[in-house]
């Protein structure tokens, strides 16, 4: 027997802990561990394939919002797995060794539903791109298949001057959080740039906001800046080129709707297998952060389907072999 696509991904699916290639050979009669790392090898699975997949169920809006962020596919006890780095991951709060990904979610407020449509591997020993040039290119794919959206939203790492730029040229809305140091001015060339942190706000300004001039824009660009009280401990800066919000709660909403990309995160991890493939060349992890992404949007959509999450599916695949085992048991206690 050989390895495909199909059976590759229904394993995925079905497995519960065990993602190895051995140990789908010896759930599949019929098939040889050899047959599933060379399909791991050989086979060229590309961010293409998850575009075509997600387009079948993808419902756009024009009020869609595009939602970029990165995460880290954990191999911390790895030793000999290409593409593997050192680099920090907001989910361990340090640094560990691990693949970046780059991922591009699309979501419509309008049906609460949510799809991967994109991804890069941020691999800069291999391609020399860093992370903004992978946005980049994702932008570009996403033009030229026309998808419509109207807002993008991105953490503070991505809040640069010439992507904030490009989206403003393109007539979309951002909505992202800003660094306490980044440089700010409220006063139009009155006074020095200064920290977002050591701004003065008044009790009208920390409701609807105020207009400032991040430094590196152009002389006339000025944008909205939203001052965000979280706790006693956490203040939080929110700026967007929607000079016409007025309403710092609002404000807050729209930027937390990048939290979908966060529950995204979670649910590859959590129900793919996405961090636990052992192959140690790099072809064969690409191709398993492929394969698993599109077990994901499978999931997802059977999960919107049916009005269950992703991990009920998951763990009703256990519910129902207990089921089985209580009834007929294959090892019965004496």
């Given at each position: 027997m050989k390895t495909t696509r199909q059976i590759y991904c229904q394993y995925l699916l079905s497995s519960q802990i065990n993602y190895t290639c051995t140990n789908?050979?010896?759930?599949?009669?019929?098939?040889?561990?050899?047959?599933?790392?060379?399909?791991?090898?050989?086979?060229k699975l590309t961010p293409r394939l998850i575009w075509e997949q997600a387009r079948q169920t993808l419902v756009a809006s024009t009020a869609g919002y595009?939602?970029?962020?990165?995460?880290?596919?954990?191999?911390?006890?790895?030793?000999?797995?290409?593409?593997?780095?050192?680099?920090?991951?907001?989910?361990?709060?340090?640094?560990?060794?691990?693949?970046?990904?780059?991922?591009?979610?699309?979501?419509?407020?309008?049906?609460?539903?949510?799809?991967i449509i994109?991804?890069?591997?941020?691999?800069?020993?291999?391609?020399?791109?860093?992370?903004?040039?992978?946005?980049?290119?994702?932008?570009?794919?996403v033009e030229r298949r026309a998808l419509c959206f109207r807002t993008v939203l991105m953490d503070a790492w991505y809040a640069t001057v010439q992507l904030m730029t490009r989206l403003g040229k393109a007539d979309k809305l951002f909505y992202c959080p800003l660094k306490k140091n980044r440089l700010v001015d409220e006063t139009r060339g009155q006074a020095p740039y200064r920290a977002v942190e050591t701004l003065p706000w008044t009790t009208q300004e920390e409701q609807m906001g105020k207009l400032v001039k991040v430094k590196g824009f152009a002389q006339a660009t000025y944008l909205k800046l939203f001052r965000v009280v979280v706790s006693p401990d956490r203040t939080d800066y929110i700026v967007t080129n929607d000079v016409t919000q007025v309403d710092t709660?609002?404000?807050?909403?729209?930027?937390?709707?990048?939290?979908?990309?966060?529950?995204?995160?979670?649910?590859?991890?959590?129900?793919?297998?996405?961090?636990?493939?052992?192959?140690?060349l790099n072809r064969a992890q690409r191709n398993h952060l492929c394969a698993?992404?599109?077990?994901?949007?499978?999931?997802?959509?059977?999960?919107?389907?049916?009005?269950?999450?992703?991990?009920?599916?998951?763990?009703?695949?256990?519910?129902?072999?207990?089921?089985?085992?209580?009834?007929?048991?294959?090892?019965?206690?004496?």
């Amino acid at each position: 027997m050989k390895t495909t696509r199909q059976i590759y991904c229904q394993y995925l699916l079905s497995s519960q802990i065990n993602y190895t290639c051995t140990n789908l050979a010896e759930h599949l009669e019929g098939l040889d561990h050899n047959s599933v790392y060379r399909y791991l090898k050989n086979e060229k699975l590309t961010p293409r394939l998850i575009w075509e997949q997600a387009r079948q169920t993808l419902v756009a809006s024009t009020a869609g919002y595009l939602i970029f962020d990165d995460t880290v596919v954990d191999k911390s006890y790895s030793f000999e797995i290409a593409g593997v780095r050192r680099q920090y991951s907001g989910n361990a709060h340090g640094v560990i060794k691990g693949i970046g990904l780059v991922n591009l979610v699309y979501y419509n407020a309008e049906i609460d539903r949510y799809w991967i449509i994109d991804y890069r591997i941020f691999d800069p020993e291999r391609d020399g791109k860093t992370k903004l040039d992978h946005v980049s290119d994702m932008l570009d794919s996403v033009e030229r298949r026309a998808l419509c959206f109207r807002t993008v939203l991105m953490d503070a790492w991505y809040a640069t001057v010439q992507l904030m730029t490009r989206l403003g040229k393109a007539d979309k809305l951002f909505y992202c959080p800003l660094k306490k140091n980044r440089l700010v001015d409220e006063t139009r060339g009155q006074a020095p740039y200064r920290a977002v942190e050591t701004l003065p706000w008044t009790t009208q300004e920390e409701q609807m906001g105020k207009l400032v001039k991040v430094k590196g824009f152009a002389q006339a660009t000025y944008l909205k800046l939203f001052r965000v009280v979280v706790s006693p401990d956490r203040t939080d800066y929110i700026v967007t080129n929607d000079v016409t919000q007025v309403d710092t709660d609002e404000a807050q909403k729209e930027s937390g709707q990048r939290w979908k990309i966060e529950q995204f995160h979670r649910e590859e991890k959590q129900v793919t297998g996405l961090e636990r493939c052992q192959c140690r060349l790099n072809r064969a992890q690409r191709n398993h952060l492929c394969a698993s992404m599109l077990v994901w949007l499978c999931f997802k959509e059977l999960a919107y389907q049916t009005k269950q999450t992703v991990y009920q599916l998951k763990h009703n695949l256990l519910s129902d072999y207990l089921k089985q085992q209580l009834r007929n048991p294959t090892i019965v206690f004496t």
